[in-house]
């Protein structure tokens, strides 16, 4: 047995003949595919402004930066956010040179919103939020907080890319969304991201400050274009962030299977459940908001002893993973430690088991038998 927590599922051909006309034509770099891949993205998400980057991890950078510039949010200002996230969410808040603070999750393992309310201070800016395991938590809770309280809303949607909150995908409630399409995601592309501003102007700053801060249209807009074509002008220290028409090819055809590739992903996680929920004494479950229709990115359960759990599904051929231990345990976010008891005992407990679009009912069941062997011992 060999069952890898993930492995991303393609449609081989149809991205080979996508890429074939990015070869043929002789452009693989930004435009092209990126512009189609943008456009198919607001389709889909129906968001107003979509940015294609390199990853995710820079639209979170850039998510945070931008709006720090914009509004004028000063060093060692707040944003809350939560410890059980891959570290490139509060990386984001500390390279802007922004304090994480973090607040606790609740039952569906996303940041709980009384925990939220009681971090906000003078200095708090936003709130920066992950579905976890493309579930939505308090989602609209959240929302409301930040409106009530004037705070920025930046989502961090790594694992939400499919889900719906009562029929609808979310996210025009924020300030900025970030999509990851990272190598695992259920949009897997290799590497690459989106972000999605809800104003115009800043999807304007983003797409210069992925570029270096190079501003293309200076001189196309108020000079005789064909001249001028070659000329541009420098508006901000940019980075090299913006993605590409190979990642953008990919892209564009897994977006045109993601909705039924989730919905085999729920199938998936109704058989562990099915399975498991007679063992709910021993097998916690994440909570699902009503009205959430998961991506079904990730399926979690807390159980007893979960390091051991993972040394014996290992020995029966299985890799579990762990999403996530909480930040606060990291060096470079210690000053965070203990702060939040309901992360940590997830982060002390929690194991993902194998989900990927490869699984049959067999492996499932076998899965399941394992842990019920390991759990009724
Ligand atoms: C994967 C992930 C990221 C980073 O995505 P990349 O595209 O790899 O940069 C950010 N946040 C969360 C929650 C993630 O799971």
Redesign the pocket.
């Known amino acids: 047995m060999d069952i890898q927590l993930f492995k991303a599922k393609y449609e081989v051909d149809e991205c080979l003949s996508e890429i074939r006309e990015c070869l043929e034509v002789g452009w693989t770099g930004m435009g092209f595919k990126t512009v189609k891949f943008e456009d198919a993205w607001k389709q889909y998400t129906g968001l107003p402004y979509a940015h294609y980057l390199n990853?995710?991890?820079?639209?979170?950078y850039l998510a945070v930066d931008i709006l720090k510039e914009e509004c004028g949010w000063n060093d060692d200002d707040e944003i809350i956010t939560t410890p059980i996230?891959?570290i490139?969410?509060n990386h984001a808040i500390a390279k802007s040179g922004l304090k994480a603070v973090f607040a606790d999750i609740d039952d569906t393992f996303c940041l709980d919103p009384k925990s939220v309310k009681e971090h906000i201070t003078d200095k708090t800016k936003a709130v920066m939020y992950?579905g976890?395991g493309g579930n939505t938590g308090n989602y609209e809770e959240i929302v409301k907080i930040c409106r009530e309280n004037n705070l920025k809303f930046i989502l961090?949607a790594?694992?939400m890319t499919g889900t719906r909150i009562n029929g609808k995908i979310p996210g025009s409630e924020a300030d900025v969304v970030?999509y990851?399409?990272?190598?695992?995601?259920n949009l897997p592309t290799a590497?690459?991201?989106m972000i999605c501003f809800k104003d115009g102007r800043l999807d304007e700053i983003v797409r210069k400050k992925a570029w270096l801060g190079i501003n293309k249209d200076t001189y196309a807009r108020t000079q005789n274009m064909g001249n001028y074509k070659w000329k541009y002008d420098v508006e901000y220290i940019g980075e090299k962030g913006h993605g590409n028409s190979v990642m953008a090819s990919i892209g564009l055809v897994q977006l045109k299977y993601v909705d039924r590739d989730n919905a085999y992903r729920r199938t998936i996680c109704n058989w562990y459940r099915e399975r498991l929920e007679p063992y709910s004494d021993k097998i916690t479950f994440v909570r699902i908001e009503k009205g959430c229709e998961s991506s079904c990115?990730l399926f979690q359960i807390l159980v007893d002893d979960r390091d051991a759990l993972i040394v014996a599904l290992n020995q029966a051929g299985i890799s579990p993973g762990v999403?996530y231990i909480a930040n606060t345990e990291y060096k470079m976010y210690a000053y965070g430690k203990g702060t939040c008891p309901h992360a940590d005992y997830v982060s002390s407990h929690t194991l993902s088991l194998p989900l990927n679009l490869y699984l049959t009912r067999k492996d499932v069941d076998y899965i399941c038998d394992e842990v019920i062997k390991f759990i009724g011992k």
């Open positions: 990853s995710s991890t820079m639209g979170l996230t891959f490139s969410t992950v976890l961090d790594a694992h970030v990851s399409f990272q190598a695992v995601k590497d690459s991201g990115h999403h």
